[in-house]
C-alpha cells in the first residue's frame, strides 16, 4: 500500500485523466503517481458524479454566514465571542503579571 501525500487540484486532474485514459488501471497510476489505491478510487468516483469541482479539496471551507442557518450563525458568533474573551483574559493575565514584575501595586 502507498502512503499518501499531498496534491493540488492539477495533480488530481492530471491522475484522474491517466487512470481513466489507461482504463482505470490502478496499479499502472499508483505506481506513476504515488498515490494509493484509495485515493484515486476516491477521485475517480468524485470526477464522475460532479465533474473537475468534484477534485476541489473542501477540507477547510468556512461557510459564507449568508447561506448558515440560524442554529449555524449562533454557534460561528458564540465561537467568536469565547474567542475574544479568552484572548481578553490572557491580556488581563499578561497586564497583571508585568505589573506585578515592575512592583505596582494598587
Not at 12 to 28: L, T
Not at 57 to 82: H, I, Q, S, W, Y
Request: aromatic content about 10%.
Amino acid at each position: 500500500m502507498t502512503k499518501g501525500r499531498k496534491t493540488t487540484l492539477e495533480e488530481r486532474i492530471e491522475i484522474v485523466a491517466y487512470c481513466i485514459e489507461n482504463g482505470k488501471d490502478y496499479p499502472k497510476t499508483i505506481e506513476k503517481y504515488g498515490v494509493s489505491y484509495q485515493q484515486i478510487y476516491s477521485w475517480i468516483r468524485k470526477y464522475e458524479e460532479k465533474g473537475v469541482d468534484g477534485l476541489c479539496d473542501g477540507r477547510g471551507r468556512t461557510k459564507p454566514f449568508d447561506e448558515m442557518n440560524e442554529v449555524e450563525r449562533l454557534k460561528a458568533e458564540n465561537r467568536l465571542l469565547r474567542a475574544q474573551i479568552e484572548e481578553k483574559e490572557m491580556e488581563n493575565l499578561l497586564l497583571k503579571k508585568l505589573n506585578e514584575l515592575e512592583g505596582w501595586d494598587y
